[in-house]
């Protein structure tokens, strides 16, 4: 049974649906871009001019104008473009986008290389080894340089597209690639350091050079019965012990020709050791000017490569190189 409180809330609903107002249905209107007769003739929009105020945070950015604003408004637009500018309005925009980088001109060295090992990547390589030998600037004329902090880790990888680089075929390296190694390379190249070669005179003398620590010699070397003379004295006279005997004419005897060469040295500075290996390498050099096939068996026999190994130096809190003083507990 319907209750008159439910029937009065139907009747109040049923009397709002029926007066309420539909909206109008509007037919759509589209505009194409190719003109039409209902259309009319396409004109272009009217421009938009910028303000530069410097106060804009109560005006527009942009505003519309009208076709005949330029001719209307000649003075003021020429007053504009007359007017000084305004220093506190200009943004200076910086020339590289690593700017902001802890380390900016290294940023951007970093990016030409790889872009320059991207772009001629194709190229015909050469094989491993026969690049030239160029010796690059150290992290620290680097840094020096730049006057940026510039870690280990990425100048490692900037070598690293350096030789990339470096392997291009000499003749078909572009210009841009060889003007960038040129500004990575060493002010004096070690490598292009040619030594003089060592020739037997006219007597049948051959003379060479060799250092070992703080010890140099002089070796004079001509066709003989075995005689070796240094500083004046012989052999047996000028060294005490077996060892350095026969390191002075470690050469020789390594090769067999002890007994086919005289020997006249001239040996200073540093001890006993160092002026014996001295002799070493000073008679390999001269001996391979008067047979330079005997070079294989010289360098097997570690004659033609200086020893660059010097003694450590003494620091301080400890008694020598390395030793550390004794640990007393009391």
């Not at 209107?29 to 259309?39: G, H, I, L």
């Not at 929009?45 to 527009?60: E, F, K, L, V």
């Not at 960038?180 to 002010?187: A, G, V, W």
């Amino acid at each position: 049974m319907e209750s008159p409180l439910l029937r009065r809330y139907v009747q109040a609903a049923a009397h709002t649906h029926k007066h309420i107002r539909r909206r109008p249905q509007t037919q759509q209107c589209r505009f194409y871009a190719t003109p039409t007769d209902s259309q009319g003739d396409l004109r272009a929009a009217p421009p938009i001019r910028m303000r530069s105020d410097y106060n804009t945070s109560s005006q527009p950015r942009a505003q519309f104008l009208d076709d005949n604003y330029r001719s209307t408004n000649r003075r003021k637009y020429d007053d504009e473009d007359n007017r000084e500018v305004d220093l506190h309005s200009l943004r200076i925009v910086p020339s590289s986008p690593s700017y902001f980088t802890a380390t900016p001109q290294y940023t951007d060295d970093l990016l030409h290389l790889s872009t320059l090992s991207r772009r001629h990547q194709l190229l015909p390589v050469l094989a491993p080894g026969q690049a030239p030998r160029i010796a690059w600037k150290t992290i620290d004329q680097y840094k020096t340089e730049l006057a940026e902090p510039v870690r280990a880790k990425g100048y490692n990888a900037l070598l690293k597209l350096l030789k990339q680089l470096n392997y291009i075929h000499p003749s078909l390296m572009p210009e841009e690639v060889k003007t960038t190694l040129e500004t990575f390379k060493r002010d004096v190249q070690p490598y292009l350091n040619v030594p003089k070669p060592i020739t037997v005179d006219a007597y049948g003398v051959s003379v060479a050079v060799g250092r070992r620590k703080s010890s140099s010699a002089k070796a004079y070397l001509v066709e003989g019965t075995g005689e070796c003379m240094i500083n004046g004295r012989t052999l047996f006279q000028y060294f005490g012990r077996l060892h350095d005997r026969e390191s002075a004419v470690w050469a020789l005897k390594s090769t067999q020709r002890l007994d086919k060469y005289n020997v006249w040295a001239l040996t200073k500075g540093g001890g006993t050791t160092g002026q014996a290996e001295a002799i070493t390498l000073a008679v390999a050099k001269a001996l391979m000017a008067h047979e330079p096939d005997l070079r294989p068996a010289l360098r097997r026999a570690g004659c033609v490569t200086r020893n660059p190994k010097r003694v450590e130096r003494k620091k301080p809190g400890r008694l020598k190189a390395r030793k550390m003083p004794t640990w007393v507990k009391r």
